[in-house]
């Protein structure tokens, strides 16, 4: 294993990383910017008024993208592994 294996196999795990977790983080974003929006509107000024609407929006997306995430980790164990059985 030389140095542009290492690099290839560390960028494969950064891009799975951010696949996986790009549905929780998006959703999160949204909610966010809608509440900011909500809060801006009605000059509601409170903090903690976003907390429990993301908590629930990440469980949700989390639940409904499961197959999706799971399928990435997978693809890139599957890789690693055929790699590491070849002998890079």
């Not at 609407?53 to 499961?66: D, G, M, R, T």
């Amino acid at each position: 294993m030389n140095e542009a294996d290492a690099l290839d196999i560390v960028q494969s795990a950064i891009w799975a990383v951010l696949m996986a977790s790009s549905p929780a983080v998006i959703a999160a974003m949204v909610v966010g910017i809608a509440i900011a929006l909500l809060q801006a509107l009605t000059q509601i000024q409170e903090m903690t008024l976003t907390f429990i609407p993301k908590i629930i929006a990440i469980l949700l997306i989390s639940l409904v993208s499961a197959p999706f995430v799971g399928s990435i980790i997978m693809s890139f164990s599957t890789s690693l592994y055929a790699r590491i059985e070849t002998g890079f």
